[in-house]
């Protein structure tokens, strides 16, 4: 992520609003009526073939939030570098999908470090939001905070919450009432190590939920070494390489609400600057396994044996490295099957002069690095990659990627720190870079971190939150008005956790079979909607839709008939075709 080369001048670093780096924590409106509907409509080029149709409306939909880092106090540190998250979840049952946001912090001149209070933001039935922390009982300033996790960890139905940070996490648990209360040290989760990403699954197969907690550098105001910028005295932010890694934990649940530390037990290893989380299920074989971006070492691949014991894989498997067998600077990550067999594949943002990277599934457990071939390369390594997601934005029925972007250190020589957001499509051979409207969100650069996907409005394609660097949260809205046919199921577990992390989902059409799966974690510092989507031409039909859980049931349903938003319950039993809950018509 951070790392600093020779450079022969400086070049300005881009200029960032005052107003947005206020010493103090900035704070969130909180309008009393839902805000208004605001007409959609497309840029000015929206007939340009595969352009990016997003429009940013987080201010005029009732969102105005600035992530803060402390930048102001000119200390130059690592911890300002790393940003925050976005997460997406219905935290109060309505149907509605609300956002959480976290906040940061800020430093002193005498090198205290304290947080500002993360965001959460009621979704108004999809035609706003209301600012609701104070409320919801969240509005800590306890942590300097960065990532947020979110899992139904003591499976009532009622959906909580980790933050991350520099400091003891935290975790929000949800008492359904529309408030919360902190937990995390009561629950047995006491850990103050710097932390990162983090992901909620059931990695032993007990039908709870489990956490998977990523640490970063072993950094502190008693380990801070000046590194030199670009002109003599010019102080900059040391890159990761300066200091040691911090070992990651695992927490497995006690059924109890409450949590043990395992990171011995599950064999976790001790050497990986984390800061992207992936769970899944890689092989698939039935359990849930975990792929880690690590920053300038080699990242991590856990195979799960089935009673939550790992084994790290990830240069055996191939995902370790790139295709010179060096270790990148790896942030975010999500799993996608662009190419359509059915096998699960890995895409990883990387820092600039490095390839983003696709480790393309060749069965058997390995994985190829494929991103020159797929035109990624192309890019040249000019970006500094974050959070990301790997769906079908434009509803063509191919998976695209989109990347937030920004540098890290304050004199960089290659690119500067404000960069252009990335849409990359897929043309069922390589991915190209989707034009952009002038003075849209993708033709105005940015200091990118966490990005989350979502359907917020329920209208059936997928929108975007991406936070940024003291500038504030945007909420891009998808307005590429594709009429095609839309599919979103959410799966409940019953016998498996209620989250459902690990669940796969076939839909078989005329044109062959989709695969989706549900994950923990993913994107860098934030969470994605666990809803699987599904996007058809309209010349491809589908046929059927077959749920692989967790727990070993396997569903059959007819899907000819299915459009729009599906809801199933895990079946009592295999080969069920019960536990079809509902369906929310287009």
């Keep these: 992520m951070i790392r600093l080369f020779f450079r022969v001048k400086k070049l300005a670093a881009w200029v960032v609003a005052a107003s947005m780096i206020a010493a103090g924590c900035r704070q969130q409106s909180s309008p009393i009526a839902p805000a208004a509907v605001v007409p959609h409509h497309s840029p000015d080029n929206a007939a340009t073939a595969n352009a990016c149709l997003f429009t940013d409306r987080a201010a005029s939909l009732g969102m105005e939030f600035t992530y803060v880092n402390g930048s102001e106090a000119n200390h130059c540190t690592i911890l300002e570098s790393m940003g925050g998250g976005v997460a997406w979840s219905d935290f109060d049952r309505d149907g509605w999908l609300d956002l959480i946001v976290t906040g940061g912090g800020k430093l002193t001149a005498d090198k205290s470090i304290s947080g500002c209070a993360s965001a959460l933001y009621r979704n108004l039935g999809g035609h706003g939001f209301s600012a609701v922390s104070r409320s919801a009982g969240i509005e800590s300033t306890a942590l300097y905070s960065h990532g947020v996790a979110i899992g139904d960890f003591d499976n009532d139905g009622f959906l909580d919450f980790l933050v991350t940070g520099y400091g003891q996490p935290q975790l929000w648990q949800n008492m359904g009432d529309g408030t919360f209360r902190e937990i995390a040290r009561s629950a047995g989760i006491a850990n103050s190590l710097w932390s990162t990403s983090a992901g909620w699954a059931d990695l032993n197969g007990d039908g709870n939920l489990d956490l998977y907690l990523a640490h970063y550098v072993n950094w502190s105001f008693q380990n801070h070494p000046f590194c030199q910028g670009t002109d003599a005295g010019d102080r900059d932010i040391c890159p990761p390489q300066t200091f040691e890694p911090l ?21 976790l290893r001790a050497d990986g600057k984390g800061l992207g989380v992936l769970l899944c299920d890689i092989e698939p074989d039935g359990d849930v396994d975990i792929y880690v971006a690590n920053d300038t070492t080699e ?15 990830g240069v055996s498997r191939g995902v370790a490295v790139d295709d010179n067998g060096l270790p990148n600077g790896s942030m975010g990550v999500d799993l996608c099957d662009f190419n359509r067999d059915g096998k699960p594949d890995i895409w990883v943002t990387n820092y600039e002069r490095e390839s983003f990277a696709m480790y393309r599934n060749e069965g058997n457990g390995q994985f190829l690095h494929v991103s020159q071939r797929l035109g990624i390369t192309n890019l040249a390594g000019l970006f500094v990659g974050f959070g990301t997601a790997c769906e079908d934005f434009d509803s063509d029925g191919d998976q695209d990627l989109m990347i937030a972007n920004g540098h890290v250190i304050k004199f960089p020589s290659i690119s500067p720190r404000r960069q252009l957001p990335l849409l990359l499509q897929y043309d069922g051979q390589r991915f190209e870079r989707a034009p952009s409207a002038s003075g849209s969100y993708f033709d105005e650069p940015h200091e990118g971190r966490g990005l989350a996907t979502a359907d917020y409005d329920s209208d059936g394609d997928l929108d975007v939150a991406i936070s940024h660097l003291n500038e504030p949260l945007a909420l891009l809205v998808n307005e590429f008005h594709v009429h ?80 729009g938003q599906v809801t199933l319950i895990e079946p009592v039993a295999t080969g069920s075709s019960s536990g079809f809950s509902r369906q929310v018509p287009r």
């Design 247 to 267: 070992p990651h934990s695992v927490y497995y649940s006690q059924g109890d609400g409450a949590f043990r530390d395992s990171s011995s037990f599950a064999g």
């Design 299 to 313: 990242n991590f691949l856990y195979l799960n044996d089935g009673e939550g014991r790992f084994e790290e894989s």
């Design 484 to 563: 095609n046919r839309w599919l979103s199921v959410v799966l409940i577990g019953t016998r498996s956790n209620r989250d459902a992390v690990g669940a796969r989902a076939e839909l078989k059409t005329s044109a062959g079979t989709l695969v989706r799966q549900v994950t923990g974690g993913g994107s860098y510092l934030s969470h994605s909607s666990r809803a699987l989507n599904f996007a058809l031409p309209d010349q491809v039909q589908p046929h059927s839709l077959v749920i692989h859980w967790p727990a070993g049931a396997v569903q059959k349903i007819d899907a000819s008939s299915l459009s």
